[in-house]
């Protein structure tokens, strides 16, 4: 490198500074190859085998090796069998065959062939118009389902492709237009969030069913952007239905508003102060709270102002007494309404879903074990030898599951200990296994509640949908939009678990006459969920 100019670099022309950056860059590309080649050499004098190289991680594949084998018709190839159209009605067409004559008839040879008819379709109604003798005018009323200049079997096929079908409003215009269809593209962000109440109600309905009937409920969520701000989606559910709901934040609070589904209230309750005790808020604050004349607060307004006149507003302490209160508030409200009775929520050892009775995922957990860097032989045996330790015990906690006992439990919890407390020699594994020793009441929750699930699978292969759409068209720009998006992809999962389809549903709530009768989600969720 040239020896640095001696006068100001104020003085310096433009070319100076550009050659001056360049060297100095130069230079410093030449030292972060040094340290790195000494890092390196460090790391083979330890035993090591020099810097390892990145590769994504694999799946661990612990559920997939723990599925029970099937003891027959292992590698035996199915039939297909005849194809049965139970939701189409049959036509059939005689077609005539050239004989001879002479010639025996033997019946018919059945071939079905299925077919698609998509042709646009325009009706003009002639309203009839009167004046009645007192010089009223009555004009004929539309017939039922038809409130808009496009009818039900369009709208339900603009809800289908771009809910369910993933296709964006562009394409849709562009399918719409090349079938023949006049219609814009806001006509189309139309359809999608005009007048869609009704399906917000349900699947709001849905959530509530779920929180008031469910014995266990599985979270997850995701980024998601709305109005050009990041923001999260939470998921809940479990294997009778879903539900979606998009804000701007994925903390505790957050999730414990979701858990309220529309209700405003806060509740100070025998639940909420033992919320409040757990989350180890001060006695002096709890005792405010309870002794206070005020148990039941319509909307935070009234609860903020509960807080400044018991002066806990201004306190300044670690748990925040503010924050911690609020939360306790906010799960008396759930209990008061009679949300999560007896219900176990199994999450990924996120710390906003941590409330009530709480499950962890062991998939998540033994993936911390499975992502564990290791630069030595000795140490990648270590980390083997300890992840099989941890998938048989995966085997016999889905073994109990089937067949719970009291002796069993206590020999696995024993069993639990001796994983999960072994000293193993290597410092990074000995730490984590620790820290899962900790959690060992969530881990080992399906113990006393065998009907839970062992992982979060459900709610994770639920949200990949959340992440498609975010890819395909980005974020939402309106509230209206948000909530249909948020609520058309509910009521699609829902109708996935429950059976039913997604098509016939949408057909039905719209009105279309002909189609297949679909009863109401948050009944058949709430009559499933009280089905073992």
């Not at 004349?293 to 670690?318: E, M």
């Not at 900790?438 to 639920?462: C, F, Q, Y």
């Amino acid at each position: 490198m040239r020896k640095p100019p001696s006068h100001a670099l104020d003085d310096l022309s433009i070319s100076d500074l550009r050659e001056l950056v360049l060297e100095l860059l130069g230079e410093v590309a030449a030292l972060k190859q040094i340290v790195a080649d000494q890092r390196d050499e460090i790391a083979r004098l330890k035993g090591g085998s020099g810097r390892p190289s990145v590769k994504p991680s694999k799946p661990s594949g612990m559920e997939q090796a723990s599925e029970r084998k099937a003891s027959s018709d292992v590698g035996k190839r199915r039939g297909r069998g005849k194809k049965k159209l139970s939701r189409v009605s049959v036509e059939d067409r005689v077609v005539k065959a050239e004989v001879p004559a002479g010639s025996r008839f033997k019946g018919y040879e059945n071939f079905v062939v299925q077919d698609l008819i998509i042709q646009p379709a325009a009706v003009r109604f002639r309203r009839e118009r009167w004046v009645t003798p007192d010089g009223r005018t009555v004009v004929a009323p539309l017939p039922d389902g038809i409130d808009t200049h496009f009818g039900p079997q369009l709208r339900r096929f603009v809800l289908s492709q771009y809910h369910q079908g993933q296709v964006t409003v562009a394409r849709l215009v562009t399918l719409l237009d090349a079938i023949g269809i006049e219609i814009s593209k806001r006509q189309v962000v139309r359809l999608l969030i005009d007048g869609q109440q009704r399906f917000v109600a349900e699947a709001r309905e849905i959530l509530r069913t779920g929180l008031e009937t469910a014995a266990w409920l599985t979270v997850d969520d995701t980024g998601a952007r709305h109005k050009a701000v990041n923001g999260s989606c939470t998921q809940i559910g479990n294997d009778r239905f879903a539900w979606f709901g998009t804000t701007g934040s994925k903390s505790r609070l957050n999730f414990l508003e979701l858990l309220r589904v529309g209700h405003g209230d806060y509740a100070i309750n025998a639940e909420a102060l033992a919320y409040m005790r757990g989350r180890a808020l001060s006695g002096p604050v709890i005792r405010l709270l309870a002794e206070a004349g005020d148990k039941h607060f319509c909307d935070h307004a009234a609860w903020q102002a509960h807080l400044d006149r018991l002066g806990i507003s201004v306190l300044k302490a670690s748990p925040d007494p503010v924050t911690v209160a609020t939360e306790g508030a906010l799960w008396g409200s759930i209990k008061a309404h009679g949300l999560l009775p007896d219900t176990v929520i199994v999450s990924d050892d996120a710390g906003q879903f941590n409330v009530g009775q709480h499950g962890l995922c062991w998939i998540h957990a033994e993936r911390l074990v499975h992502r564990l860097d290791t630069f030595t032989e000795q140490n990648r045996a270590i980390q083997q030898r300890q992840r099989s330790l941890i998938w048989r015990f995966y085997d016999a906690l889905k073994a109990y599951r089937r067949d719970p006992g009291p002796k069993r439990r206590a020999a696995l919890r024993a069993r639990f200990d001796r994983i999960f407390r072994r000293c193993t020699g290597f410092v990074t594994l000995d730490r984590l296994l620790a820290r899962l020793h900790a959690n060992k009441a969530d881990l080992l929750m399906v113990l006393d509640r065998p009907e839970i699930p062992l992982h979060t699978n459900g709610s994770e292969n639920d949200i990949r949908a959340v992440v498609t759409k975010r890819k395909i068209s980005g974020g939402t720009r309106s509230d209206a939009g948000r909530h249909c998006r948020d609520t058309f992809l509910s009521l699609m999962k829902t109708c996935a678990k429950l059976g039913v389809s997604f098509w016939d549903y949408l057909g039905d709530r719209l009105g279309i006459i002909g189609g297949q009768a679909v009863p109401s989600l948050p009944q058949l969720v709430r009559t499933r969920c009280a089905t073992p």
